[in-house]
DNA sequence: AATGAATGAGGGTTCATTCAT
DNA sequence: AATGAATGAACCCTCATTCAT
């Protein structure tokens, strides 16, 4: 019980084709965060020092690699999530920290991801994740809210959004040293989801399941 | 006298051209809120309803298209943080309504020119529209700070960029209802700029000026 | 006798119209000679100091443009061998004058008729302007040929196809100082034009006719 | 030992990619002879039989072709000059030749590397081919000129120059059968070119370097 | 008659993806 | 399995030509 069971039906890789594809997913983590997901594939597979017909071996469009980055980061974002529940400390603190820790993990990845659904956001793995990311996130939430130190007209989806906004990277590759506002940004977001709220939120709480549908 | 006085040096377009030229800029404005500034010129156009050659004619290059875009909005948006100080409400209303208004004036198609500052933002005329939009902005941010309504550790660079970045629509057409949250986020957000600060801010508060700086 | 008859069905132009329609030839010529026939037709229009439509009433396409053009130095080369013919000179000597006369009114204009003799080539018109060309070379070489001076073994074609190439100008814009070698080169063939012939020509001698002949 | 070296930084091409590059070298010679330096790219692709972007992987753009073009055909012509040297024949056979010779080398592919020199002329390696090119035509015209054959007033870019112009085709697919009127002309060239010298050129002698500069 | 404006087609170049080594 | 090479489709921009004033 507790470690989720892998389907085993793929192939185990040889180790230098496992080191290519965690090459390949970092590279394009980092590029999709600094140039925007319709980076050239050709560059993708340079920054990660294979060529480029490799990367589609792994990937077979641009599509999946973005489906897989996207799994990858959700992962370590729900990692931190829970990093930040079990370590203990005050509940809006933990908050606090979750949520620049997403920042820094590239949530801002997610954003392809979320934006064509239709064309990944629908896979079973990826709802899976997603529910798994919710889960963690709601937990972090939910002790918040309980001790009464976060608003409780927000949910899920409203974090998720508006902290995946705010750390979004400016198309183009200007404002490199634009990163530096972010955190800003994210401790006003965060003053303003404290309780008690200061004023009415116009619209209704979101939960990840409300981004997903479609219209 | 009586007749309205035109700069000589611009040739008054013909009634169908200037017809087409603000078609163009409405049609791009939208389309960089929505797809980034990397549409497809002969997209631009053809939500325009003109010929490609037609929007060349009007815009030479892409980088005109985007510096006159960002111009148009910026005068609206001057006009509205203008509106929102005379209309004398209370001063942090005031600065509500504003980025509200911001938002539905597209402010986020301002992103292109923010991120690629090199091309465009250095123009004489960008940044005087930037400077007359940050004293605008700045006025009421001040009024709001000095009746104790606004907390003092942010400048207008700050808001703008955080503004911006909750406003820009996902890429893709995805999420069509998303928009719904947008106001939502502004307002979590201003319910973070209220005094009193509810806690300290990373990094330092930043002006437009700082935003166009090279790194 | 005398002076050729001139068709009269064409309205007579307007003052000014005339005027436009010289101006454009005379810049049409200049840019065909400087940058080759395929200037952009604005350019041309720019350059004659009238608009793009203008150019266009009086010339209704590019093949219309370069045909009249050529009949223009046709007929201004026509009256260049005419001259050196009358004056009288020593008959080497008439012909010299005309070779470098000819590159002076731009014979390499010609050029683009040649070339795309399908188009305009065969017009009665081009025929006839070529035909009197053609006459009035004939006569200077005939006169260098029996007085001795002329090689025998070359004809009409040979020489205006030799002195166009001379003359035209390299493509692009470069070598704008290369004017100055042309009438060495000129002057080089001349002195392989006389006689005694220093060596045997292969082929054989070319008329204007079989210039204008499809293979 | 055995191996033949080769310069390392250059990695060795694939066969096919190797004799693609050589098919396209080919191609664009003959068309920027036939029909000059701005044929579609999309056509010389077609007429070397490969897709377009396989040009442009050999070739990232138009002046890199131009620029290889040049490089060969100088150093083919270069080794006829060298051949004609060696065979030991008269001098001033030998210099004819190797006129013809270039003529049949399409020496005419030089053109638009002269008329754009700005563009590729500067390049090391188009200077040094160049000087090379010149240094092996002028032994062949040293030797000429002091067997007392070849008239003193003329130097190696009068030469190459009026080559160059006397070869080049007409521009438009006109004229087929007009290459069997070139060799005449050269002919008549030549013919001029023999000492003792009949007349006085004006102007001075040019070297390639002279048709480099810039005005 | 003259003009500024509009347009579709075409050429240069890039890129996602497939193929051959 | 990994790679360099090849390709067609797409996009930016220009230009000849037509249209509306």
């Known amino acids: 019980m507790g470690r989720t ?14 080191r290519n594809r965690e090459r390949i997913i970092s590279a394009a983590r980092e590029m999709f965060v600094e140039q925007g997901a319709d980076v050239p594939m050709d560059e993708v597979a340079r920054r990660a020092g294979v060529g ?17 980055v996207a799994l990858h980061v959700m992962e370590r974002i729900t990692g931190q999530a829970d990093s ?12 606090r920290r979750f949520v620049h820790a997403a920042a820094d993990e590239r949530i801002g990845a997610l954003c392809p991801l979320i934006s ?6 629908d896979h079973p793995e990826t709802v899976e994740a997603g529910e798994r990311l ?12 309980s001790s009464g130190q976060l608003r409780p007209d927000i949910a899920v989806g409203d974090l998720i959004v508006a902290v995946t906004q705010l750390t979004r990277p400016l198309p183009g590759d200007g404002c490199a040293h634009f990163d530096g506002f972010v955190h800003r940004h ?8 404290r309780a008690p709220a200061r004023s009415e939120l116009p619209g209704s709480a979101a939960t990840l399941e409300d981004l997903r549908q479609r219209p």
């Open 186 to 193: 994210l401790q006003l977001l965060l003053d303003g989801l």
């Open 116 to 121: 064509q659904a239709g064309d990944t956001g």
């Open 84 to 95: 930040a529940l079990t370590e203990g400390a005050d509940a809006f603190e933990a908050l």
């Open 5 to 18: 069971t892998v389907k085993s039906h793929e192939p185990r890789l040889r180790a230098d084709a496992l």
């Open 52 to 68: 480029n017909a490799t990367l589609y071996r792994h990937f077979p469009d641009r599509r999946e690699l973005i489906h897989r």
């Open 134 to 145: 919710e889960r963690a996130i709601n937990s972090l939430m939910e002790r918040a809210r």
